[in-house]
């Protein structure tokens, strides 16, 4: 992990998370988030996590999700993942959901997600 600070409260943070594992079903996973806040409450926050498993049935993942706050409890935030697996029927799978809080408990949300599967015969 990194970590720069400077003395009127900014911080820059910044972690990488690798792992392969085989315990018959094969993972290799990697993880990277990235913050950057300030001393009045103000943040940035970014993570996006990637995986590719093959335990049988293969399948690859990726999610993204960014953050934006105030100190004063307004918060925009998005995430999206996207994933395509393989084990007896092929399928692509997508998500989106935004978000826009207020400090005072107004929230707008807005999601999609769409699909495709291949179960062999379509």
């Keep these: 992990m990194e970590e720069v600070r400077d003395?009127?409260?900014?911080?820059?943070?910044?972690?990488?998370?690798?792992?392969?594992?085989?315990?018959?079903?094969?993972?290799?996973?990697?993880?990277e988030m990235e913050e950057v806040s300030e001393g009045g409450g103000q943040r940035w926050r970014r993570s996006v996590m990637e995986e590719v498993t093959d335990g049988g049935g293969q399948r690859w993942r990726r999610s993204v999700m960014e953050e934006v706050t105030d100190g004063g409890g307004q918060r925009w935030r998005r995430s999206e993942m996207e994933e395509v697996s393989e084990g007896g029927g092929q399928r692509w799978r997508r998500s989106v959901m935004e978000e826009v809080t207020d400090g005072g408990g107004q929230r707008w949300r807005r999601s999609e997600m769409e699909e495709v599967r291949d179960g062999g015969g379509q």
């Excluded at 009127?8 to 998370?17: A, D």
């Design 7 to 31: 003395g009127g409260g900014q911080r820059w943070r910044r972690s990488v998370m690798e792992e392969v594992t085989d315990g018959g079903g094969q993972r290799w996973r990697r993880s």
